[in-house]
């Protein structure tokens, strides 16, 4: 579609009419022949999304135009993220199937921040998992939208509710917070969009968090539902995200979608359709998506933290064992290998597994972090490696993925080179094989796995050489992807780790430094 002089669109079209009697300063400006017509159209926000309404292709929103794209000194927003903005920008309900590290999260803000300067939306409510509240969406509000209030509706149900009833434009929340307080929500919310991030959390309509989050979706309700891999594991996924961003274009029931989508085989065995794939692209509509592979300005690796929150057992012995370090510290010189062996045994309880001295596995509740794994492994659109410290922990993890549906298979010291090679080599070329869980120390030097594109730290290691020699695992000739690096981090060490690894720092006195400073900050 043609701009001119930044204040016309010209469209041309068969059906002028439709244009003209719907847009009264419209006009037709040339008879192309064979009945088409160029049709001029004042360059305006209400301009464009009547056309976008009208199903007319390629409308540009103004934002490309006036908006300012606000952000940090040195940082430019990629095209694929203006072009995201702007699709956002002109549609009340839409999705964005932009792949994990596409930055899709800064895409939303300024949709958002542009329509809250036209005074179209007052109000936003994020929804998202706990693990991305604060390290992606608080975080790049801060970055994107400085001038716009945030607030983070977590703890308990009276302190969301003073957020939710509190000024803030922008208030961020875990889905299964909205169940805590969802009356409070309701009565005194008043959230003109609502986006909902990795929204295959909202996939099935008999679940209580669908359930709640219909009741907040008005007709007038602008709503984004964001996910990089939609209807990933079966096209019946897809119905949940239809029917409650786009009802009108779902069935009215589940089993007449599933009908449609799926055939079924016997008594309990269903299989998709030929045309399942088209029968869902068409319902989710209307969406944009880039693939990682399409955005030619991407950096080559992007870094994300999660947050998994250590239980209260966990922050108990946390606590506990700091302190008894504290106390062997005391007038104590403390060596590289020792400050290394005491983070190892901080970083085991934030695993989940603490070896005891007699030799014992003392183990805690993880849920959180093993829900974070699957939130990413689950956003993702290729393979997955995961690397995990801790031999213990690496059992947990598998059993877990294995019970959720995800094909995966590992190395540790104790496989046998002879499999270790065989291992690779099917991760490398078959495709039934989604995750690789990896004790670092086994398979950091020498082995190429481009097969995958992301990598999931479940806790940081001590050796910033082990660290930068896995993560070169995916980042080797024959990678086509940009890459992306996740960070999981529950406790204070984690934090600290990751910091000193991602910074390259390889002075063996800075570990040292790290592991005092752990034990004497509260």
């Not at 800064?106 to 706990?130: E, F, Q």
Request: net charge positive; aromatic share 10%; proline share 5%.
């Amino acid at each position: 579609m043609q701009v001119l002089q930044d204040r016309t669109l010209v469209v041309r079209t068969r059906f002028p009419a439709r244009i003209t009697e719907t847009i009264p300063t419209s006009s037709v400006v040339k008879d192309l022949g064979e009945e088409r017509y160029e049709v001029a159209v004042p360059w305006d926000w209400d301009n464009a999304e009547k056309l976008t309404h009208m199903r007319i292709k390629d409308v540009p929103s103004p934002i490309q135009r006036d908006y300012k794209w606000p952000r940090p000194m040195g940082f430019e927003p990629f095209e694929h993220q203006k072009d995201t903005a702007s699709f956002l920008s002109l549609r009340r309900r839409a999705f964005c199937f932009n792949e994990q590290g596409t930055g899709k999260t800064a895409s939303v803000i300024w949709a958002a921040d542009y329509l809250m300067t036209l005074g179209l939306i007052k109000r936003v409510l994020v929804v998202c998992p706990l693990s991305i509240m604060q390290s992606a969406w608080q975080a790049d509000l801060f970055k994107f939208a400085v001038h716009r209030s945030v607030d983070v509706a977590y703890g308990d149900s009276n302190k969301r509710a003073k957020i939710i009833s509190g000024p803030a434009e922008f208030i961020i929340i875990n889905y299964d917070g909205v169940a805590t307080i969802a009356d409070h929500m309701l009565n005194n919310g008043k959230f003109d969009l609502i986006v909902i991030d990795e929204a295959n959390a909202y996939k099935n309509v008999q679940t209580k968090r669908w359930k709640l989050m219909n009741k907040f979706v008005a007709p007038s309700t602008w709503m984004w539902m964001l996910t990089g891999t939609p209807a990933a594991q079966s096209p019946v996924d897809a119905y949940g995200l239809g029917r409650l961003c786009v009802p009108s274009r779902a069935p009215r029931f589940f089993g007449d979608f599933r009908e449609a989508v799926m055939q079924k085989f016997g008594m309990f065995r269903w299989e998709p359709r030929p045309d399942a794939e088209k029968q869902v692209f068409e319902m989710l509509q209307p969406a944009i998506r880039y693939e990682k592979a399409q955005c030619l300005d991407l950096p080559e690796v992007t870094y994300v933290n999660r947050i998994a929150p250590l239980t209260p057992s966990q922050k108990k012995y946390y606590k506990e064992l700091k302190n008894q370090m504290l106390l062997e510290m005391a007038g104590e010189e403390v060596s590289t290998v020792n400050a290394a062996a005491k983070m190892n045994k901080l970083l085991q309880i934030s695993c989940g597994a603490v070896y005891s001295d007699s030799g014992a596995t003392i183990e805690f509740d993880v849920s959180d972090r093993l829900r974070v794994v699957q939130e990413v492994i689950d956003e993702s659109s290729h393979k997955v490696l995961v690397f995990v410290p801790f031999r213990h922990t690496i059992k947990l993890l598998q059993d877990y993925l294995t019970k959720n549906g995800t094909t995966c298979d590992l190395i540790h010291g104790e496989v046998p080179v002879h499999k270790r090679t065989a291992i690779f080599k099917d991760f490398q070329e078959k495709q039934n094989i989604k995750v690789l869980i990896i004790q670092p120390q086994a398979a950091a030097h020498g082995v190429t796995l481009t097969a995958a594109d992301t990598i999931i730290w479940y806790a940081p290691v001590t050796s910033t050489e082990t660290y930068l020699q896995a993560n070169a695992r995916i980042d080797r000739p024959g990678q086509k992807n940009a890459m992306t690096i996740v960070h999981i981090e529950g406790s204070p060490v984690e934090k600290r780790l990751y910091a000193m690894l991602q910074g390259n720092i390889s002075n063996h006195e800075k570990v040292v430094d790290l592991y005092k400073k752990e034990l004497t900050e509260t």
